[in-house]
T-cell receptor, first 118, second 118 residues
């Protein structure tokens, strides 16, 4: 079974509007971390936001916020006030902390392509 | 260095040849990771180093793939007898591993080495 599922087809959003990118995960580890990365067409991987499984509040970083619903095992990324530069591939990833360690690998989903229309 | 440095940025080789890909992590980062990304796909984990040891090499696809890290710094990924299915972008990442057991340590990625096997 996939540990990280990103099933949305290519997403489109109008500039200045908000958009939600979906991510569901599967783990039996009680302690885990969730990450979102952005990959523009240039190819570099850019870290956006992190949410720990025990964090009480949803993570926020500027225009990025993470809608963390633990019981549903979802960690959706919300981008507010979209900009043309937000057009990129977005990856959700998870680290299983007890099973594999606090500095262990991240397991990535297949990604979602976001296109921002002017 | 200021970022994760990978070389070569592009490598074209003939089927059956050996290739070496180099990663120079951020100074002071003790954890180092190798991933590969096929065209339009997600990131596939290969191997993780903590210092010079590799506690997780579960992602290496075959015994043609090997990696080493020396001096807790530079790492080399070697692919022997390359096959066309090895064509991909090979990404290296490093992490400071300074967040204790929270699991929040962020991976910083290099620009990748694009390997094409003819």
């Amino acid at each position: 079974a996939q540990k990280i599922t990103q099933t949305q087809p290519g997403m489109f959003v109008q500039e200045k509007e908000a958009v939600t990118l979906d991510c569901t995960y599967d783990t039996s580890d009680p302690s885990y971390g969730l990450f979102w990365y952005k990959q523009p067409s240039s190819g570099e991987m850019i870290f956006l936001i992190y949410q720990g499984s025990y964090d009480q509040q949803n993570a926020t970083e500027g225009r990025y916020s993470l809608n963390f619903q633990k019981a549903r095992k979802s960690a959706n990324l919300v981008i507010s006030a979209s900009q043309l530069g937000d057009s990129a591939m977005y990856f959700c990833a998870m680290r299983e902390i007890i099973r594999t360690g606090a500095n262990s690998k991240l397991t990535f989903g297949k990604g979602i392509t976001l296109s921002v229309r002017p | 260095g200021a970022g994760v440095s990978q070389s070569p940025s592009n490598k074209v080789t003939e089927k059956g040849k050996d290739v070496e890909l180099r990663c120079d992590p951020i100074s002071g980062h003790t954890a180092l990771y190798w991933y590969r990304q096929s065209l339009g796909q997600g990131l596939e984990f290969l191997i993780y180093f903590q210092g010079n040891s590799a506690p997780d090499k579960s992602g290496l696809p075959s015994d043609r793939f090997s990696a080493e890290r020396t001096g807790g710094s530079v790492s080399t990924l070697t692919i022997q007898r390359t096959q066309q299915e090895d064509s991909a972008v090979y990404l290296c990442a490093s992490s400071q591993a300074n967040r204790g057991q929270t699991g929040a340590n962020v991976l910083t990625f290099g620009a990748g080495s694009r390997l094409t096997v003819l």
